[in-house]
């Protein structure tokens, strides 16, 4: 229950924040919502020297839409997300993602930016970012740089973030009107990490899949791009047949942990029974 000494900053510019980062390197790390980073001080996981609080820095705040993308910067939280109506209406399955995260008093501290930035495997914004092909701005001492969610996982708890890093924002594709969507979880109870997830978008013509994207959570060290099953699927009519197909896909890239929500084997399978429902669930949803 008792974290580490360290020292609290306050920066009010990403400049700041960023200096700040750079002159203790390992020693400093950003806190955002808390709600994972406070839960491992306490726990004695983690012990950095140094909190570089981001909540005062405004240009961190806010969702906007620039042409056909949407930016969200890092400090947005979860209930700010369900509360959007631009992504309620552009990007729904956001909204669907998030209100199956923790529960409503994290929700409200905990941030879009922390919760990618972590690195934890069990946290479902990863995959739904990879789905989404969003990007993550990394703003250092030399400037900003952009990284693909499909590229910015290593292991878990490492990612392409530099100590001296802020992520400050993600931006997102929008995807066409009346393109499907389904964040389907399996969990033990509410504000459970997943023992399997998958994201799915897709977009339909004239019966056959013109367009789908599928990712999973929490079935190995990092959230999983299924390409493969997603490229099965594309071109088909989601017949049976080839939904098995890219079900097998989707299982064969996982390597889940055995632990209190089961054996490797049932996660594996869990991941591809929430890739048949996601798929079902999006499919009914598209328009077209
Ligand atoms: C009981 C409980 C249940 C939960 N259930 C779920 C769940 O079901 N699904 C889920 O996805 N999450 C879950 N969470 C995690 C929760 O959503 C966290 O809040 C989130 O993962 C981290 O976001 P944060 O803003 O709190 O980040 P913090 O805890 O402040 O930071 C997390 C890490 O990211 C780094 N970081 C944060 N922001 C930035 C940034 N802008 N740039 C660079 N690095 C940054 C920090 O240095 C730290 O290492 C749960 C948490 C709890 C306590």
């Not at 878990?156 to 393109?179: D, M, N, S």
């Amino acid at each position: 229950m008792i974290p580490g000494e360290f020292i609290y900053h306050r920066p009010s510019s990403v400049a700041e924040a960023v200096a700040i980062l750079a002159n203790h390197g390992e020693e400093a790390r950003p806190l955002s919502g808390g709600h994972s980073l406070i839960p491992m001080m306490k726990l004695r996981m983690a012990a950095p020297e140094h909190l570089v609080d981001l909540g005062g820095i405004a240009d961190l705040k806010g969702i906007s839409e620039d042409g056909d993308m949407i930016s969200i910067g890092a400090m947005t939280t979860q209930h700010e997300l369900i509360a959007s109506d631009l992504l309620g209406s552009k990007l729904p399955i956001i909204r669907e993602t998030s209100q199956l995260i923790a529960d409503p008093q994290i929700r409200y501290v905990g941030t879009l930016g922390g919760n990618v930035a972590n690195g934890d495997p069990g946290n479902d914004m990863p995959a739904l970012m990879q789905c989404l092909n969003a990007s993550y701005v990394l703003t250092g001492p030399e400037g900003d740089r952009e990284v693909s969610a499909r590229d910015f996982y290593e292991a878990a708890y490492f990612t392409k973030l530099a100590p001296e890093e802020i992520l400050t924002a993600i931006r997102i594709p929008v995807l066409p009107a009346g393109h499907g969507y389904a964040y389907e979880k399996l969990k033990r109870k509410v504000g459970d990490y997943a023992t399997a997830a998958a994201a799915v978008v897709l977009t339909m013509s004239g019966g056959s899949v013109s367009f789908c994207a599928i990712a999973l959570t929490n079935v190995a060290d990092t959230p999983l791009f299924a390409v493969e099953a997603g490229d099965i699927l594309t071109g088909s009519t989601l017949d049976a047949e080839t939904v098995k197909r890219a079900v097998a896909a989707a299982e064969a890239i996982t390597e889940p942990a055995s632990d209190g929500r089961g054996p490797a084997e049932y996660r594996t399978k869990m991941a591809g029974v929430m890739v048949q429902r996601a798929l079902a669930r999006a499919a009914e949803r598209a328009k077209g």
